[in-house]
């Protein structure tokens, strides 16, 4: 069996990886240092506690194991705290992903998969956003990403790295039958926010702006279903695996959906009522940020055949009752 190290599988997309890969005969075997993961969520597979940061440790690993890629899920992700502590990204997502990078070039390790996203691009010129759109990000979290996209094209020419990135939209929704599915500490998003308060344990959802140049005023966001988010990680390692030379895509479905249509699924999906309060707008975010995904569809062949909304919330909602 083909070993894959998914370093932070423990973490909320990186559980959905390891899943997924075991369902299709791969042996992940997990790196996540349990600052954000659970250890429940790599299920049987091998869990090695420590930070993809950590030389000495990725040499012992990569020497006791014949890892034929690796996936990287591990990383701090909140764009507003990336603004006020940008010491902490530059840490986690910049420089530990150089030491983890590095380890993969001096192992000779075929294959990279690196978890971007569509942060990179900052406020769209144009939507459906496309690869081609120009990268400004906004954020230091944005940044760390794009920075990181720079050094592994730099990676591919000098040391014929082989790797693809996935820039992801809105990763949302949960295993429909496993018990792994999104939980941060504290938890910003918004459709786990929105089913908190829909299950009585927040009184009410803040709205940020419904004053954006939208139909309804709030932002519209496009969003993917996790486990349509790992299966793509399955075709660009087959793509890979087959000599494919592309690096970057898309990882969106190119349906917009604002915050209130968001609200109204999971007042349908919960049959909940759900306490709004409106606020200002949250700095950094843009007023629409929707997928051109057909490179992703085109070329790998990927099929997201789960990121309806009403399936994305019905998930999220088993989830959000049961964990
Ligand atoms: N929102 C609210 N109230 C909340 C939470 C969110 O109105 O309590 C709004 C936001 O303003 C935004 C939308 O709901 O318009 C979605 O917000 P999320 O926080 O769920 O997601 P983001 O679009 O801000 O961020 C996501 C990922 C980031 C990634 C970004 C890519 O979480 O890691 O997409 O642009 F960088």
Not at 111 to 140: K, M, N, R, W
């Amino acid at each position: 069996m083909q070993e894959i190290l998914v370093v932070g599988g423990a973490g909320y997309i990186g559980s959905h990886m390891v899943a997924e890969l075991q369902a299709a005969g791969y042996d992940p075997v997990v790196l996540d240092d349990l600052s954000s993961g659970r250890e429940d969520f790599v299920g049987d597979a091998e869990l090695i506690g420590g930070d993809c940061g950590d030389a000495d440790l990725l040499n012992d690993i990569f020497s006791s194991h014949k890892i034929d890629a690796v996936m990287h899920f591990a990383s701090s992700i909140q764009v507003g705290e990336s603004v006020k502590n940008p010491i902490k990204y530059y840490k986690n997502n910049l420089i530990n992903t150089l030491t983890l990078l590095n380890a993969v070039v001096r192992h000779d390790v075929p294959d990279f998969i690196f978890s971007s996203s569509a942060a990179v691009y900052g406020e769209p010129e144009y939507t459906p956003v496309d690869e081609q759109h120009p990268c400004l990000p906004l954020s230091p979290y944005g940044r760390s990403k794009y920075f990181i996209e720079q050094i592994l094209q730099d990676y591919k020419k000098a040391y014929g790295l082989h790797y693809g990135s996935l820039r992801y939209f809105n990763a949302a929704g949960a295993h429909p039958e496993l018990p792994i599915g999104e939980q941060h500490e504290p938890e910003t998003h918004l459709i786990p926010l929105a089913l908190q308060v829909a299950s009585g344990q927040r009184e009410y959802i803040e709205i940020f702006g419904s004053d954006y140049d939208n139909p309804d005023g709030t932002c519209i966001r496009d969003y993917v279903h996790v486990c349509d988010i790992a299966s793509a990680h399955l075709k660009l390692f087959d793509y890979l695996k087959g000599g494919g030379n592309e690096s970057v895509f898309n990882l969106g479905v190119g349906e917009g959906y604002s915050v209130m249509e968001v609200i109204k699924m999971v007042k349908h999906v919960t049959g909940q009522e759900v306490e709004i309060h409106y606020e200002d707008r949250r700095e950094g975010d843009p007023a629409i940020l929707v997928a051109d995904g057909s490179k992703a569809i085109d070329q790998l062949g990927w099929d997201p055949e789960y990121s309806d909304l009403q399936t994305i919330i019905e998930d999220a909602w088993k989830w959000e009752q049961n964990r």
